[in-house]
């Protein structure tokens, strides 16, 4: 088990404080949480959209919630309790309360989710306000002297 120390990078840089507060937090969750429970993928389809997908096996639309709040998104599972009068020999389909925090990059919305078959589908897209995006500037040609002149009224 390897451990890193941030300390460092938090007395050298301004401004930076959120990135490594994330760094942080992803080193110690990684190291203190083996758990992969529920299996997830993060794909890109394209340069502004992204899809998370979680397998939730066992679980329906009542039994999760969707959540986002200060750049965190949240999917939380809460299972039902089983049937007391079943008895199992063998339990390998796991149907345990689940919470999962993904960390959102500025711009990031959510789009829409839909559960099929048992996979969870969150498709979120990057969208940048137009104050934000590159403008371009227009260069204008250097106007004469003659035309910028400015008449100066006398008073006498």
């Known amino acids: 088990m390897r451990s890193y120390d941030l300390t460092p990078l938090f007395r050298s840089s301004i401004g930076f404080d959120r990135l490594m507060r994330l760094m942080d937090t992803s080193l110690r969750s990684e190291e203190s949480s083996s758990s992969s429970y529920p299996p997830y993928n993060i794909e890109k389809l394209d340069e502004e959209t992204y899809r998370l997908t979680m397998a939730v096996a ?36 796991a149907r345990r309360a689940f919470e999962r925090q993904f960390q959102l990059a500025d711009f990031i919305k959510i789009g829409n989710a839909s559960l099929e078959n048992g996979l969870l589908r969150i498709t979120l897209h990057r969208e940048i306000p137009e104050a934000m995006k590159p403008r371009t500037i227009q260069i204008s040609k250097k106007a004469s002297p003659a035309k910028n002149k400015l008449i100066e009224h006398e008073t006498q």
């Open 58 to 93: 066992g679980f329906n639309e009542e039994m999760m919630t969707i959540t986002v709040q200060d750049n965190v998104l949240v999917v939380a599972g809460k299972a039902h309790p089983d049937d007391e009068d079943v008895q199992y020999l063998y339990r390998g389909i």
